[in-house]
């Protein structure tokens, strides 16, 4: 056997590969004939993928440089040309970047256009008008309205007519006109990819759970950032396989898992490692989270205006309180988790809104405890040691008697 030959690839080693070669196909794209753009967290990517468009996400971008531990040095570059520390430091991020060129993974590739959808906050509609603004390209902005009760036929209809729109402006800057079959072959993988995306998130539901939703922020990277291709498709499909190894060895993420929980919000990028080992230290395993069954698709392709307008305007922080806070109770009883631990981030308004009035639905509908962590996704002056590690022990403290 030659050197290297029959060595079984983990998903780590092709986490690497494929987002390194994303990114350098990005920065080659003009050399392959391909355009481009922009976009927000959950915009219909599966159009630029059926148009041979590059989706790259500055929010991506900005989540790395915030687990690099970079975030504070590039906000502070933004604030200093005039930006807001009350701003998304996602925002903050991406604008510090490209002011200073600093990236830990050497920049962005121009875009050739700019795609936002305001389905997650109204944030993104300014930040994209920034853009614009220094780029002097494009911008397509879809306006997903607010959920307050149900999503009916008019908010589908208004949204198709936007997609419509979109796919007129992305003909304009192609040249080419879309092939509808193609999109349906993107919807098909997208939402097989979901699919299986999905199945990953369900393993924590296993008592003890092989995972933890800390590994679910990390392997989130390629259903956000390649979903509608056969890279990410075959990438969930070798996780899967590697996670049900675990189960069947009854492996269990935490040592001696004696509480389970669930993550409502963001990560806090830049401690991950340690608040993993904090809960860990009390036999607590976060099995699932809010943030990564964003992106738990569900598209139909034989009809795909129809079901792009549907998965991209029923987005949970889309929703209301009392929405959310039924969610919350389902993702507990599905997951069998003791808890909640909200994230109160000060950067996602919109998600962060309401959180403690949906801890106290759930306080009283079914009787479980929630942990409030007030801090940012990227930026770690927001973020007291002390005051969390306080709020951990007391939440445990309260746990372990409600649990006893």
Known sequence: MGKGEGKKITTSELQRELIGNYYLEAKEAHQLQKRVAWVTAAFPVEVCYAMDIIPIYPENHA?????????????E?????????DLCSYALCDFGSIFSGQSP???????????CCNNQCGTVTKWYEVLRRHFKVPLVVLDAPF???????????????????????????????LDRDRLKEVLEISNETSNLWRQYLEMGTHIPSPITCFDGFIHMAPIVTLRGTLKARDYYQLLITETKEKLAKRLSAVSEEKYRLFWDNLPIWFQLRGLAEKFARHHANIVGASYTSLWAYSFDASEPMET??????DVLINRGIKDRATFAIQMLEKYAAHGLVMHSNRSCKPYSFGQYTIKKIVQEQVGKPSLVLEADICDPRFYQEEQ????????FDTLTATHN
């Open 77 to 85: 570059i933004a604030q200093e040309a005039g930006y807001s520390q």
């Open 105 to 115: 993974i050497g920049g962005l590739p121009s875009p050739d256009i700019l795609l």
């Open 147 to 177: 959920i307050a009760r149900d999503l009916n036929h008019n908010i589908l209809n208004y949204f198709k007519e936007q997609l419509e729109e979109l796919i007129s402006a992305l003909e304009a800057l192609t040249g080419k006109s």
């Open 388 to 395: 969390i590690d306080e709020a951990i022990d007391s939440f």
């Open 308 to 313: 792009l307008a549907w998965n991209y305007c």
């Open 63 to 75: 989540a790395v440089i915030g687990a690099r531990r970079m975030g504070q040095t590039i906000i």
